[in-house]
């Protein structure tokens, strides 16, 4: 069975603080690993990794997959009240089209 | 990027009524998806679709059914709601290829059931 782990599961911080979110998976054929952001309600995606030590950036966020350790983790420097929010992780699953997501760690940004 | 639209954001009903969730997508993507979201669960998955009139079950489909008449349009239908049954329900739709796996989701509905 597909798993995803997410840690810690909340985080609280100031504002200007850089943050670390971590994400474990055991999968049958690894194909990608996502990162989605929700804030209200629907998730947003944020990235997709598929190579190892390969880092996605998108302003203050980054991302990178470590396939052999089967781990990822976003990071959010100089953090903002706007970066409050559920981050989720997902895989999908071998030869389906299921995505199997993490708990998800909820992120506080407290000015 | 798709737009997926559900059709009510707050939804309140009483046990055992029959309730249907509404989700469009505008993009003709082929695969169509309802999970649940509760706290400290995740997102878990109820059922998908993979074309037209075509569902698969997810990890949580009892108690519920879906429906797929359009490529467009994928329902959620709970036949005779109960209280576990509250939750926010979470519509996506995705056109999914081997590098691209990446889900729209819609706004979300929250449910209540009393």
């Known amino acids: 069975e597909d798993k995803v782990v997410q840690s810690p599961l909340s985080l609280v911080v100031h504002e200007g603080d850089t943050v670390t979110l971590n994400c474990s998976y055991e999968v049958t054929n690894f194909r990608s690993l996502l990162w989605y952001k929700q804030e209200k309600k629907a998730p947003t995606f944020l990235f997709m990794l598929t190579s190892s030590g390969i880092e996605k950036k998108s302003g203050r966020l980054s991302s990178i997959l470590d396939k052999k350790e089967l781990f990822s983790i976003l990071n959010i420097t100089a953090t903002q009240t706007g970066d409050s929010a559920i981050y989720l992780c997902?895989?999908?699953?071998?030869?389906?089209?299921?995505?199997?997501f993490g708990k998800g760690t909820k992120l506080s940004v407290i000015p | 990027d798709v737009k997926v639209t559900q059709s009510s954001r707050y939804l309140v009903k009483r046990t055992g009524e029959k309730v249907f969730l509404e989700c469009v997508q505008d993009m003709d993507h082929e695969n169509m998806f309802w999970y649940r979201q509760d706290p400290g669960l995740g997102l878990r998955l109820i059922y998908f679709?993979?074309?037209?009139?075509?569902?698969e079950k997810g990890d949580i489909p009892e108690g519920y059914s879906v429906s797929r008449e359009k490529k467009e349009r994928f329902s959620l239908i709970l036949e005779s709601a109960s209280t576990n049954q509250t939750s926010m329900y979470l519509c996506a739709a995705a056109k999914w290829a081997a590098t691209n796996e990446k889900l729209f989701f819609g706004s979300g509905t929250q449910l209540s059931v009393l």
């Open positions: 679709s993979y074309d037209v009139k075509m569902k």
């Open positions: 997902a895989v999908p699953g071998a030869g389906s089209y299921q995505l199997t």
